[in-house]
């Protein structure tokens, strides 16, 4: 072989060879990219609040999208173990017109709304899987909603409450953050005023748990969960309306077939995250009717609403309702909710809204 020949086969090689590594960095680019877009698509399936997909369906794409599935008990999604967390995360986040939109209720695994005084409502969101960066404002406990975290043995973050609220708190060794004694889990957002502007983070009640030791592990009951969809065999409830007070105080929510779920209205115009813009959406609604006074005598006209007892009230999915009983035989006893043959309700996967009202509230299904 001349040197010309072999030169000139000695530069095919190298332009070969530099084709063929091309084409592998592109194909194993596209892999990780490939990765990088179902986990994404995964992130936004679950911002979507989308039927999460079965532990089976995770296995059949090749690669698996959800490292060691396991079902959240409090939403029945599927999440990776190792994101959920040890106890519930329990957050009052107010409802004050000026306090909307809120930040963080977008990932809740369940919201409870009830009424607080004045007319007003004021939410208490319960975390068992979420980074959120920024939840909040957060408000001042009330003694009723002690009543159901501590079902959920939760970890309670909170700033401040009324007299019989820091009564209890401190009776029934609640053990939580308060914003009042706490420098280090909240902030004020200076872009709103006092008393609407105080926030948190994940990250911060979970370093601030971990230093006062309530980072443990806890037995909880929850709601059951149906495989796939179950749509309850009642009546149609497509729309639903509740009033607190006829002023800036109306829920609405709205069937949305092609989510599955419900849209939420506050005061007639779209609830949504401060921070995603997304509107906040519910795929299972719960509303408990409960007994209700303005406690005897409180300057501020607060509230007695009695959570243990039974009760009637409303399961609402999938566009249909029906309607429920439900009991809790003790403060720390769980809530069961029964179904008109005395059945335990099977909730669809998804966040679920419990709507505590007033036997006297005006609630339209339709
Ligand atoms: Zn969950």
Same mark, same amino acid.
């Given at each position: ?12 090689? +190298? +332009? ?30 679950? $911002? ?7 532990? !089976? ?19 029945? #999604? ?5 994101? /959920?967390?040890?106890? @519930? ?7 004050? @017109? ?18 607080? !005084? ?28 002690? &009543? ?22 401190? $009776?029934?060794? /609640? *053990? ?11 902030? $004020?957002? *200076? ?15 979970? #370093? ?8 443990? &592990? ?8 149906? *495989?796939? !969809?179950?749509?309850?065999?009642? !009546?149609?409830?497509?729309?639903? /309306?509740?009033?607190?007070? @006829? ?22 115009? @779209?609830?949504?995250? $401060? ?92």
């Amino acid at each position: 072989m001349t040197s010309r020949k072999f030169n000139l086969l000695l530069s095919l090689f +190298v +332009v070969l060879f530099f084709l063929f590594s091309l084409t592998a960095g592109c194909s194993s680019q596209k892999v990780i990219q490939e990765k990088e877009e179902n986990q994404l698509q995964t992130e936004a399936d679950a $911002r979507e609040n989308l039927p999460a997909q079965s532990s !089976e369906e995770v296995k059949t794409g090749g690669e698996p999208k959800t490292v060691d599935p396991t079902r959240c008990p409090l939403c029945g #999604r599927t999440v990776s173990r190792h994101e /959920i967390f040890k106890r @519930p995360i329990a957050v009052m986040i107010e409802n004050h @017109p000026k306090a909307r939109p809120q930040s963080g209720l977008d990932e809740a695994d369940i919201v409870y709304e009830m009424p607080v !005084e004045g007319g007003i409502s004021r939410f208490m969101a319960i975390y068992l899987h979420s980074d959120k960066s920024r939840i909040g404002p957060v408000r001042s406990s009330r003694p009723y909603y002690l &009543d159901k975290l501590l079902e959920y043995e939760g970890i309670y973050v909170y700033f401040g409450g009324s007299p019989q609220a820091w009564e209890d708190i401190a $009776r029934l060794k /609640i *053990e939580g953050i308060n914003g009042i004694y706490d420098g280090l889990t909240f902030w $004020r957002d *200076e872009s709103r005023k006092k008393p609407h502007n105080a926030y948190t983070s994940i990250k911060k009640i979970k #370093r601030t748990s971990e230093m006062k030791g309530y980072d443990r &592990d806890v037995n909880f009951k929850h709601f059951k969960f149906c *495989e796939g !969809e179950e749509v309850p065999e009642g !009546e149609k409830a497509e729309t639903v /309306i509740l009033k607190f007070s @006829p002023f800036k105080y109306t829920v609405k929510y709205e069937y949305n077939r092609h989510k599955g779920g419900y849209l939420r209205y506050m005061d007639n115009k @779209p609830h949504i995250d $401060r921070e995603t813009h997304k509107q906040l959406s519910a795929e299972n609604i719960i509303i408990q009717k409960a007994k209700t006074m303005v406690i005897p005598g409180d300057d501020a006209g607060r509230l007695n609403i009695q959570l243990v007892g039974k009760g009637e009230g409303y399961y609402i999915s999938k566009g249909n309702c029906i309607k429920i009983t439900w009991e809790k035989k003790s403060r720390k006893g769980y809530t069961y909710f029964y179904d008109t043959k005395n059945k335990e309700i099977t909730l669809n996967p998804g966040t679920t809204w419990i709507q505590i009202v007033p036997y006297n509230a005006e609630v339209q299904i339709q």
